[in-house]
């Protein structure tokens, strides 16, 4: 499986950002993608993900301002981004599970990463 992210930039505080993951390969055998972000000095955290099943999941710290989507067929998954804050700041990246996940189960693939930075 190989993942490309794309969709990032500068953008002010209050604004919004979509993200997209476009993935290729195997995607027959993807059960769940992730975003995950990290910035400069911290770790890499898991902000949202969505199964196959179209369940979801949400980091706390973005709930009701990021949604994740996708096609049905896992050809792209999105992030859209609204009410960003400074704090979003961080190179973002889609990460791709084969079989089982839980949110602190590391990923099977990785994307390059995209920046976000948010301006106050």
């Known amino acids: 499986v190989q993942l490309q992210a794309s969709g990032g930039g500068l953008v002010q505080a209050g604004g919004s950002l979509r993200l997209s993951c476009a993935a290729s390969?195997?995607?027959?055998?993807?059960?769940?993608v992730g975003w995950y972000r990290q910035s400069p000095g911290k770790q890499r955290d898991l902000v949202a993900a969505i199964t196959s099943g179209d369940s979801t999941y949400y980091a706390d710290s973005v709930k009701g301002r990021f949604t994740i989507s996708r096609d049905s067929a896992w050809n792209t998954v999105y992030l859209q981004m609204g009410s960003l804050k400074p704090e979003d700041t961080a190179v973002y990246y889609c990460?791709?599970?084969?079989?089982?996940?839980?949110?602190?189960?590391?990923?099977?693939?990785w994307g390059q990463g995209t920046q976000v930075t948010v301006s106050s």
């Open positions: 390969g195997r995607l027959f055998s993807i059960n769940t």
């Open positions: 990460a791709a599970h084969i079989g089982g996940w839980t949110p602190s189960k590391p990923p099977d693939y």
